[in-house]
T-cell receptor
Framework: SAVISQKPSRDICQRGTSLTIQCQVD?????MFWYRQQPGQSLTLIAT?????????ESGFVIDKFPISRPNLTFSTLTVSNMSPEDSSIYLC?????????????FGSGTQLSVL | DAKTTQPPSMDCAEGRAANLPCNHS???????VYWYRQIHSQGPQYIIH???NNETNEMASLIITEDRKSSTLILPHATLRDTAVYYC????????FGDGTTLTVKP
């Protein structure tokens, strides 16, 4: 199974600043996904990041607020821009792993973000 | 992707089997059912998945009804460390995560 390293694991940030979250995978993967989990809520998909193309954003999420980079098949970043307290959430990176005949989704340990 | 419906919470006695149901009545013929769990706001952990046959691995068993409109995750001997939120989703990747079932295993 894919091993995902996500950092930082947590951060406390000031309103109006930006934070870049990194996601490193130990194998090459085609599809990488970024999720947000607000306090007490389930996971919400922010965007899908494919190497060599622009990220595809879900309804309610825009590139200016959550720019994503995907420079190669093992790495991606998500930036939370111009943060406000409403952005306080856990941000999760995940990848599809096609080991065997079926895809599975594996998650990083998440970044706990608090915005003051 | 098909939506899923799960009970919000369940309790289970330690050592007993935990049976977690999931409804996915709009599932398509080629869509798989996946189960994940999340402990203490860590990243969700993959448990098991299946298409139409029952599946078993070292963590759990998955029973899928013949019409594929529902499934049950079985933890055969629940331990305190199985206390978590359990999510049933259809397909991986861009799947929509519902609210899941909070399973509490009690001594």
């Amino acid at each position: 199974s894919a091993v995902i390293s996500q950092k930082p694991s947590r951060d406390i940030c000031q309103r109006g600043t930006s934070l870049t979250i990194q996601c490193q995978v130990d194998s090459q993967v085609t599809m990488m996904f970024w999720y947000r989990q607000q306090p007490g809520q389930s996971l919400t998909l922010i965007a899908t990041a494919n190497q060599g193309s622009e990220a595809t954003y879900e309804s309610g999420f825009v590139i200016d607020k959550f720019p994503i980079s995907r420079p190669n098949l093992t790495f991606s970043t998500l930036t939370v821009s111009n943060m406000s307290p409403e952005d306080s959430s856990i941000y999760l990176c995940s990848v599809e792993d096609w080991t065997g005949s079926n895809e599975k989704l594996f998650f990083g340990s998440g970044t706990q973000l608090s915005v003051l | 992707d098909a939506k899923t419906t799960q009970p919000p919470s369940m309790d289970c006695a330690e050592g007993r089997a935990a049976n977690l149901p999931c409804n996915h009545s709009t599932i398509s013929g080629n869509e798989y059912v996946y189960w994940y769990r999340q402990i203490h706001s860590q990243g969700p952990q993959y448990i098991i998945h299946g298409l139409k046959n029952n599946e078993t691995n070292e963590m759990a068993s998955l029973i899928i009804t013949e019409d594929r409109k529902s499934s049950t995750l079985i933890l055969p001997h629940a331990t305190l460390r199985d206390t978590a939120v359990y999510y049933c989703i259809v397909n991986a990747g861009k799947s929509t995560f519902g609210d899941g079932t909070t399973l509490t295993v009690k001594p």
